[in-house]
Nanobody, 121 residues
Framework: QVQLVESGGGLVQPGGSLRLSCAAS????????MAWYRQTPGKQRDLVAS???????NIADSVKGRFTISRDNTKNTTFLQMNNLKPEDTALYYC???????????????WGQGTQVTVSS
């Protein structure tokens, strides 16, 4: 019963900052990559940032220089630090993780329920 729970979303003015957290819980043997996606109405879900189990990161061009992804493997948690937020960053942000529940099972993709980020003056 693996579960991903996001937190940290909210309303912020342009130029402000937010930090999103995503904590995985349940039966977890190993978490491979973790990532953040975002989606606005009528548009596809886009990858924002991802990180591997070793801490290597990849950031989308649209947020490069403003967003940073990190992870704490001791807490099965990933973070998305968002700085200099712009109105176009407004979206529902989803956490994604590839998790192996035990070494008798293959890894599966899991998604959080999403947390809303609204950037408005």
């Amino acid at each position: 019963q693996v579960q991903l729970v996001e937190s940290g979303g909210g309303l912020v003015q342009p130029g402000g900052s937010l930090r999103l957290s995503c904590a995985a819980s349940g039966s977890i043997f190993r978490i491979y990559h973790m990532a953040w996606y975002r989606q606005t109405p009528g548009k596809q879900r886009d990858l924002v940032a991802s990180t591997t189990i070793g801490g290597s990161t990849n950031i989308a061009d649209s947020v490069k220089g403003r967003f940073t992804i990190s992870r704490d493997n001791t807490k099965n948690t990933t973070f998305l630090q968002m700085n200099n937020l712009k109105p176009e960053d407004t979206a529902l942000y989803y956490c994604h993780a590839q998790i192996q529940e035990s070494f008798t099972m293959a890894p599966y993709d899991y998604w959080g329920q999403g947390t809303q980020v609204t950037v408005s003056s």
